[in-house]
Structures are given as C-alpha cells and as structure tokens.
C-alpha cells in the first residue's frame, strides 16, 4: 500500500513539474496593460513586454478573470511561450495590489 501511494504521489508531483515545460514565468508587478499585451516590471527589475489573446486564461484567486480587470500595481504571474521573440501570455493569475495601489 505505501508503495501505490509513493508512486502515485511521484507521477502527481511529475506531472505538475512538467505542466510549464518550455514557459518561461514573468513575475512581478503590471506597469502599463494595453488591448493586447502587458508590461510587467519584474521581481528583476527588467520591465517584460507580454502578449495576450483571446485564448490566454486570466484569473484572480482562482476565479475566473478578464483583461480588464488588469490593473497598474496588480502583482502577476503570467505563464507565457515565447514565439519569434515575442512572449504570449498562455495563462495569467493575478495578485493584491502592491500597498498604496488601487485594485479591482
């Protein structure tokens, strides 16, 4: 019995440590959100420019989110691919403001 859960627990934490294979992760604070893309100063300093579609998932908390609701000062995390040179957001979960922001 503990060596079905061993493995069972083993393919779980495999398949959630692939789950990003070939994203790379821009973390940080949004600087600046147009119709189509995010700026993102990141935990770096380097300020990351990140596409974003339609097909790109948005959320906050775990609920279901827009790009709209993207606020300056939001933190992010955005799981993004990156495609001749530019970065698209495939998936993007939002934080609190950073204090003294406002947030949606």
């Not at 495999?14 to 973390?27: D, N, P, S």
């Amino acid at each position: 019995m503990k060596k079905l859960v061993s493995v069972t627990l083993l393919a779980f934490l495999c398949t959630i440590a692939f789950a990003h294979e070939g994203m790379e992760h821009v973390v940080g604070t949004v600087d600046s959100v147009s119709g189509n893309s995010i700026s993102v100063k990141t935990t770096a300093g380097e300020n990351k420019q990140v596409a974003v579609d339609n097909s790109t998932k948005i959320s906050r908390g775990g609920v279901a989110a827009s790009l709209s609701d993207v606020q300056v000062g939001d933190r992010i995390v955005i799981h993004a691919k990156s495609h001749d040179g530019t970065l698209h957001a495939a998936e993007i979960e939002l934080g609190k403001a950073k204090p003294g922001k406002a947030a949606k």
